[in-house]
């Protein structure tokens, strides 16, 4: 069994930056990737981006050129660092892996 935790989320004015981390407690699956997704009030969830065990990469346009997604040494750690936030940013974001791995969720906020 996979478990997942996130940490990092909070309020941040607009154009600031957060750091999102989430670390997986068992043992992972390399074939599947880790990555984050959002979900904002009245919205369905979203892909943020995606990194595979490889280091490769996906990200949602609209967060492209301002969000970064690493994995640690041990690869079962995926940060998310995002920076020049709006306020459309604005949702919780939770960490997932494969199809039935997700965490609790954190929430960012950008607001002034």
């Known amino acids: 069994q996979v478990q997942l935790m996130e940490s990092g989320g909070g309020l941040v004015q607009p154009g600031g930056s957060l750091s999102l981390s989430c670390t997986a407690s068992g043992s992972i699956f390399s074939y599947y990737p880790m990555g984050w997704y959002r979900q904002a009030p009245g919205k369905q969830r979203e892909l943020v981006a995606t990194i595979t065990s490889l280091g490769d990469t996906n990200y949602a346009d609209s967060v492209k050129g301002r969000f970064t997604i690493s994995r640690g040494n041990f690869k079962n750690t995926v940060y998310l660092q995002m920076n020049s936030l709006k306020p459309e940013d604005t949702a919780v974001y939770y960490c997932?892996?494969?199809?039935?791995?997700w965490g609790q969720g954190t929430q960012v906020t950008v607001s002034s």
């Open positions: 997932n892996h494969g199809p039935r791995f």
